[in-house]
């Protein structure tokens, strides 16, 4: 019987996958240092799966601890979300993001090749693109140049992934997410806003809800049929049920290291995703245009047809319901 190990399980994608994959009868054993979340979150994944789930309050970075999990529990598998997010902020502190997202991934190696762990699956991000002209974006896109030192630190995780995959039988497996939104059906699991929201959902929710006053949409001009940007926003259930399908796909095949993108495959823009919040939730949005947001890339979406043909997955959820989950989330809140 197997049983995954998923760091950052607390987490906004972290929680969700841990319901899909409890839902598919696999035990779960939770590390998270609860720096970007709570603790409560597991007891609202055991309210909507009926199971419970063992957490460790632990940090990646502590190798001692985390082999201490390692010893304690049988781990077969690894999905590995725990790092840092934000692009913005990664500008302001690089050195925090090298260290967590980069650290925190080699003191996990250490333990996966120590305990054996048959396979790994890593959270990478459309960022490692860069600045692209070419959508829909496949896998084999050239990884070039990273616009922030998030980017780096996914594109060094990669990196350092493809080489330790030639030197060790762990079957790897990064998934490079889109834009994630939304949240669960039972509105029990969802983003947890710390601050001022970066992300373009929590701040369109949070402007609905009155927290904030007004939602900057930055940039109307650029080369777009309506001007704002052109992202892949995809469910974050849709994108949590590749996690599962990736870890069978891992087990059941002959790989060493492979590749997915997590998109819907479609480019919906910026204005687009204000106007389908309006229309779902019935209401106005207090919005204004500024200027262009740096580092935003012009338009990225992703030709998803490898995860499709690979891991028989697509995604299922659509526009509509990604913003009616994200309001009935922020209403709990
Ligand atoms: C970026 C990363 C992505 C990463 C994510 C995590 C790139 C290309 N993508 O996504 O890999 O997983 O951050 O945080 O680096 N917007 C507004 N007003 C707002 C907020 C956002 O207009 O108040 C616009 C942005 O200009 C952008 C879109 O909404 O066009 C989406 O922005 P955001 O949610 O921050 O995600 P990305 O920057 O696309």
């Avoid at 502590?62 to 010893?71: G, H, N, P, R």
């Avoid at 003191?107 to 860069?130: A, E, P, R």
């Avoid at 940039?219 to 049920?241: C, E, M, S």
Wanted: proline share 3%; glycine share 6%.
């Amino acid at each position: 019987m197997s049983k995954i190990l998923v760091t950052g399980g607390l987490g906004y994608i972290g929680s969700h996958s841990v319901v899909e994959l409890q839902e598919t009868g696999t035990e779960v054993v939770v590390v998270d240092n609860l720096v970007n979340t709570t603790a409560s979150v597991a007891q609202r994944i055991e309210k909507i799966t009926g199971k419970p789930v063992t957490v460790y309050n632990v940090d990646v970075c502590d190798t001692k601890a985390l082999e201490e999990v390692f010893i304690k529990e049988d781990i077969s598998d690894v999905i590995h979300f725990a790092a840092f997010k934000a692009v913005g902020e990664s500008v302001d502190k690089p050195v925090e993001y090298y260290h967590n997202n980069v650290s925190g991934l080699i003191s996990l190696l250490h333990c996966v090749k120590k305990f054996n762990v048959s396979s790994l699956v890593f959270s990478s991000s459309c960022t490692v693109y860069g600045d692209t002209k070419e959508s829909p974006i496949t896998e084999i896109h050239p990884i070039v140049e990273a616009i922030s030192p998030y980017g780096t630190t996914k594109i060094l995780g990669e990196e350092i992934l493809t080489d330790f995959a030639k030197f060790c039988d762990t079957k790897i497996v990064c998934l490079r997410y889109f834009n994630p939104v939304g949240a669960h059906k039972s509105a029990l699991i969802g983003e947890l806003p710390l601050g001022v929201p970066s992300n373009l959902i929590p701040y369109v929710t949070q402007t609905a809800a009155g927290i904030r006053e007004q939602l900057t949409i930055f940039g109307n001009d650029y080369n777009t049929p309506d001007g704002t940007n052109i992202r892949d926003f995809i469910h974050v259930v849709d994108l949590a049920k590749a996690h599962v399908k990736a870890i069978d796909y891992a087990n059941a095949n002959s790989i060493s290291l492979d590749v997915f993108n997590l998109g819907t495959g479609i480019g919906q823009s910026v204005k687009e995703v204000v106007e389908t919040f309006e229309r779902v939730n019935d209401l106005t949005l207090n919005y204004t245009y500024g200027p262009r947001r740096q580092g935003d890339v012009e338009q990225i979406w992703a030709d998803a047809s490898k995860a499709k043909h690979v891991l028989g997955w697509e995604t299922e959820i659509t526009l509509d319901e990604m913003m009616r989950s994200a309001w009935a989330w922020q209403q709990t809140l």
